[in-house]
């Protein structure tokens, strides 16, 4: 029993993680800005648009769906791209904030600021999550869920201390049941299937026809039929569909195009038969889901941030 006792507690010192930090920022076309020392654990996630960002001199590459796991002291400099300038949230997380001490909500980005060094607070070292990791998730995803939650909690709530290391625990757990999925290896397809599935990625919003990816691999339409049946438990068509209706969900939870743009975007053209599909696979019409998943109402503003010479 004190054995039992004494292994709870010291999982308890390892395992204090704490929200400190959160928000949603649109950059603007030239906001170029550099933070020289940021000591969180940040989640970076790139809602739309694109652009880069350099952590500690190395150069990364941003686009939707991103979410990088930032280390601990870093130094970032942010490049939008000028035509599509990205929409981001961001979690900062202190991996271990002392039991006990006050929580403070922020997290210093710069050298000469309050809680720079503090010893309450330090990294630690999470398994295959060490230095720059970039991973995927989607707003309709259990983390991106949870970083759309962190964010209005943070910008919205009071603000509650046990709230802010409840809820970075919860983070912690998702983000590494990502990263563990990420590295898991994927069942062994066929290189057939394998060149379809990337055939659809790259194109599902053109609306990719069975016959075209017969030709693709040089085979006959049923054989296609097989090789998705057989590996996929789905039709191709219903396959390209799903493709096309999670990228839907995806820009209608971080977007505010019109609903009949969003169609057009994933390649369901005709309002009525997008609308249609949705409702079918999804349970609610485009609107009514945005309406009560999404995060906005109106266009977010470009936020206010000095803008200094970008680093090259």
């Known amino acids: ?49 694109r652009g ?12 939707a769906h ?46 000469d600021e309050p809680e720079t060094d503090s010893p309450d607070r330090r990294d630690v070292a999470w398994s295959g999550l060490g230095g720059v990791v970039r991973l995927r998730t989607e707003a309709d995803d259990p983390l991106g869920r949870l970083i759309d939650y962190a964010v209005r909690w943070y910008l919205h709530s009071p603000r ?22 990420a590295r898991a290896p994927a069942a062994r397809r066929p290189e057939e299937l394998e060149r379809l599935l990337v055939h659809v990625e790259r194109g ?7 016959e075209e990816m017969a030709t693709l691999i040089g085979r006959s339409r049923s054989h296609v039929l097989k090789l998705f049946r ?12 799903a493709r096309q209706l999670r990228e839907a969900r995806e820009l ?11 169609g057009k975007a ?12 949705f409702r079918r696979h999804v349970g609610l019409a485009p609107r009514d889901f945005r309406a009560a998943q999404g995060p906005f109402s109106a266009p977010p503003k470009p936020s206010k941030h000095l803008v200094v010479p970008p680093v090259r």
Not at 252 to 262: F, Q
């Open 204 to 210: 599902f919003h053109l609306g990719p026809r069975i």
């Open 252 to 262: 209608l939870l971080s977007t505010t195009l019109p609903i009949a743009e969003v």
């Open 160 to 181: 509650d201390e046990e709230e802010a290391r409840a809820l970075g625990l919860l983070v912690v757990r998702e983000l590494t049941r990502l990263a563990a999925g």
């Open 1 to 49: 029993m004190r054995t039992s006792r004494i292994t709870r507690a010291a999982t308890a010192e390892a395992e204090a993680p704490a929200v400190c930090r959160a928000g949603f920022f649109q950059f603007s076309a030239q906001q170029e800005f550099v933070n020289r020392c940021v000591q969180s654990r940040g989640l970076f996630w790139c809602k739309s648009g």
């Open 66 to 111: 991103d979410l990088y796991v930032l280390p601990w002291g870093r130094e970032i400099a942010y490049v939008p791209s000028a035509a599509e300038p990205m929409f981001t949230a961001h979690v900062h997380l202190v991996p271990w904030y002392r039991p006990g001490a006050r929580w403070v909500a922020n997290v210093p980005h710069e050298r």
């Open 230 to 241: 057989r590996h996929m438990g789905v039709s191709a068509k219903h396959h390209v569909i």
């Open 52 to 63: 880069k960002f350099t952590v500690d001199g190395r150069t990364y590459p941003l686009e």
């Open 266 to 277: 994933v390649g369901l053209a005709d309002p009525y038969h997008f609308s249609k599909l």
